[in-house]
């Protein structure tokens, strides 16, 4: 192999001291060169926006279907069923991706725009009343948990479940670490509750959740798929958009001069939120694994070896944007790499973008100025870079 003509970098990307903050690591990962060598795990690193880029869109030569964590299908037998979205590839991924797209797409996201908007009213009302709150728990938990499982048409009980089985999903894309291990024993019973959700009977006759369920009445997908493409909703759709609110309110707490513009033109909600996904990348990493040898930057990536794509790092990569580090609402953040790119490029982001909107608008409306009133302290997650605890300081307008 060429690995010794590569540069190595030893420095563990799961590790705790990488975890709290990424930036050094990436600096180094990006400055290294558009590949490198990561010797703890023996995989190919992608860190510069352009090659991130590359190797999301070039889904033929860089396969999702062995996995998009570390664990390679080809030779490991993955913990749950693959999703059929995320670990699947062409032509197997495209009629889920295709039935998903329309039942969380823009036209079906219309008819709940009125009730999330008025749902974040009501809940921002509640939670303001108090000049200091931890905003992590009391509104990036809880204005997803509040909307989303009743859209996807979940019954009452157990929800409770759909934050540690993000939660624990999210880990196990990473190695099998400390993280992944205080998880696992609560793991089964997480896997069971939420399988037994995707059942047709359990869901409401509304909701996302039987709109998967009337695809396979047409003819769409199959009966056998799909309760593993509402899966994919209850995989995907809580702690992602927990860690994104998480990151735009990160984002507006620590630059109040952003508070105001957004409080002027309540209209960048939505930029603001995709400014924020590019900002801290609450997804930091996802895998993929060469099928067949393919080049990228003068190095060859033999069949069935894994890279490991570090999107956090490409949406700072200074190559690409100017003064990347800067929460700034002027800047188009679109291109991106937050939501992936190409194909599997996130089918929720509409749902996000609407959550975050409805959020957004309902603070801005009340909330004069927003810092930071302790020290905020970061959740450790093998894939997500999110807050435990968010403590802030509102005034009212
Ligand atoms: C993007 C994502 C994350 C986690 C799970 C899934 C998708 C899924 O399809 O199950």
Same mark, same amino acid.
């Given at each position: ?28 990962? &990006?400055? @290294? ?6 010797? &703890? ?8 926006? $352009?090659?991130? !880029?590359? /190797? ?64 974040? $009213? ?19 938990? @809880? ?92 995989? @995907? ?25 957004? &409080?002027?033109?309540?209209?960048? @909600? ?49 190559? &690409? ?49 927003? $810092? ?7 959740? !450790? ?15 009212? /307008?």
């Amino acid at each position: 192999m060429n690995t010794q003509a590569l540069p190595s970098i030893d420095t563990d990307p799961f590790g705790h001291e990488a975890l709290e903050d990424p930036a050094e690591l990436h600096a180094a990962l &990006r400055d @290294a060169g558009p590949v490198a060598y990561l010797s &703890r795990y023996d995989v190919f690193a992608l860190a510069r926006y $352009e090659e991130v !880029h590359a /190797a999301l869109t070039g889904w033929q030569d860089f396969q999702s279907a062995a996995g998009v964590g570390l664990s390679n299908f080809r030779h490991e037998k993955p913990w749950r069923p693959p999703s059929l979205l995320l670990e699947a590839d062409p032509p197997r991924h495209d009629a889920p991706r295709a039935v998903l797209s329309k039942v969380v797409g823009p036209r079906a996201l219309r008819r709940l725009r009125e009730s999330w908007l008025a749902a974040a $009213e009501e809940l921002v009302d509640r939670v303001v009343a108090e000049p200091e709150f931890d905003a992590l728990p009391r509104l990036a938990e @809880a204005f997803p948990l509040r909307i989303f499982p009743d859209a996807v048409g979940l019954g009452p009980d157990g929800r409770e479940n759909l934050l540690p089985y993000g939660e624990f999903l999210f880990n196990s894309f990473g190695p099998p670490n400390d993280l992944v291990e205080k998880g696992r024993p609560d793991a089964g019973r997480l896997a069971a509750w939420v399988n037994e959700q995707c059942a047709r009977d359990r869901l409401a006759p509304d909701g996302f959740g039987a709109q998967i369920w009337a695809a396979a009445d047409r003819g769409d997908i199959t009966h056998e798929q799909a309760p593993l493409v509402v899966r994919s909703l209850l995989s @995907a759709g809580v702690d992602t958009t927990v860690h994104g609110l998480g990151a735009v309110l990160y984002a507006f707490a620590t630059h109040p001069d952003q508070w105001e513009r957004l &409080r002027a033109e309540p209209g960048l @909600a939505r930029v603001a939120f995709d400014e924020a996904v590019r900002w801290q990348s609450p997804v930091q990493t996802f895998f993929r694994t060469a099928l067949g040898d393919h080049e990228i930057g003068g190095t060859t990536i033999p069949d069935g070896r894994k890279i490991l794509m570090f999107l956090g790092a490409a949406n700072r990569d200074p190559r &690409r944007w100017d003064d990347p580090d800067a929460f700034d609402l002027s800047r188009d953040p679109s291109g991106h790499v937050g939501f992936g790119m190409g194909l599997h490029q996130c089918v929720g982001q509409h749902v996000a973008r609407l959550e975050a909107e409805a959020l957004l608008t309902a603070l801005a409306r009340r909330v004069e100025r927003i $810092e930071i009133a302790g020290t905020p302290r970061r959740h !450790h997650n093998n894939t997500l870079r999110a807050w435990e605890s968010l403590p802030v300081r509102v005034a009212l /307008a």
